[in-house]
């Protein structure tokens, strides 16, 4: 796995990483275990692959909730691993045990002025699934939203708004 991820990035060895991991367990959990080592770019090669498993609709991304939320809370870990696995966690369910952290961890990302804009759109997704089932979140997410429009990017700017006009209904 290791000498698959240390080759230079290209399509064809990302895809084969994600053609080995996918079915298999153990080598997922090898992935996994890179990923959340905070290597650089291993583990931010290790991410993409989780990602695109996901993408697939293959691998075992949601064995992992637990080590995705202490990733996520974690301030040593980097925009690219955190944007990976949030890009992720907007498609699935996150279970009840681990939402709550998944939560803070997304408001905390959201208001922190370092966080990359794609972590905080994909924050924004997130949090956006979770007013569904935590309607009294709504007010906190508005009032997140509309700090961050007046400095946000324009695609950040998008989602908000776009985001507020669904809580609106």
């Given at each position: 796995?290791?000498?698959?991820?240390?080759?230079p990035a290209s399509?064809?060895?990302?895809?084969?990483?994600?053609?080995?991991?996918?079915?298999?367990?153990?080598?997922?959990?090898?992935?996994?275990?890179?990923?959340?080592?905070?290597?650089?770019?291993?583990?931010?090669?290790?991410?993409?692959?989780?990602?695109?498993?996901?993408?697939?609709?293959?691998?075992?991304?949601?064995?992992?909730?637990?080590?995705?939320?202490?990733?996520?809370?974690?301030?040593?870990?980097?925009?690219?691993?955190?944007?990976?696995?949030?890009?992720?966690?907007?498609?699935?369910?996150?279970?009840?045990?681990?939402?709550?952290?998944?939560?803070?961890?997304?408001?905390?990302?959201?208001?922190?002025?370092?966080?990359?804009?794609?972590?905080?759109?994909?924050s924004l997704g997130?949090?956006?699934?979770?007013?569904?089932?935590?309607?009294?979140?709504?007010?906190?997410?508005?009032?997140?939203?509309?700090?961050?429009l007046p400095t946000?990017?324009?695609?950040?700017?998008?989602?908000?708004?776009?985001?507020?006009?669904?809580?609106?209904?």
């Amino acid at each position: 796995m290791k000498e698959l991820l240390a080759k230079p990035a290209s399509k064809s060895n990302s895809l084969k990483i994600v053609e080995l991991v996918s079915r298999n367990e153990n080598e997922y959990k090898k992935l996994v275990e890179i990923a959340l080592a905070n290597d650089g770019i291993m583990s931010d090669k290790a991410t993409w692959a989780i990602t695109h498993c996901h993408d697939n609709k293959q691998g075992f991304f949601c064995d992992y909730f637990p080590q995705w939320a202490i990733m996520l809370a974690g301030k040593d870990y980097s925009d690219s691993l955190k944007r990976s696995v949030l890009r992720t966690l907007q498609f699935v369910e996150i279970p009840e045990e681990n939402q709550a952290s998944i939560i803070d961890s997304c408001f905390e990302l959201l208001v922190e002025k370092k966080s990359a804009v794609a972590v905080k759109a994909f924050s924004l997704g997130v949090l956006e699934n979770m007013v569904k089932l935590y309607p009294e979140l709504k007010n906190e997410l508005i009032s997140c939203i509309e700090l961050l429009l007046p400095t946000a990017s324009s695609g950040l700017k998008n989602r908000g708004k776009h985001i507020l006009k669904r809580l609106s209904k």
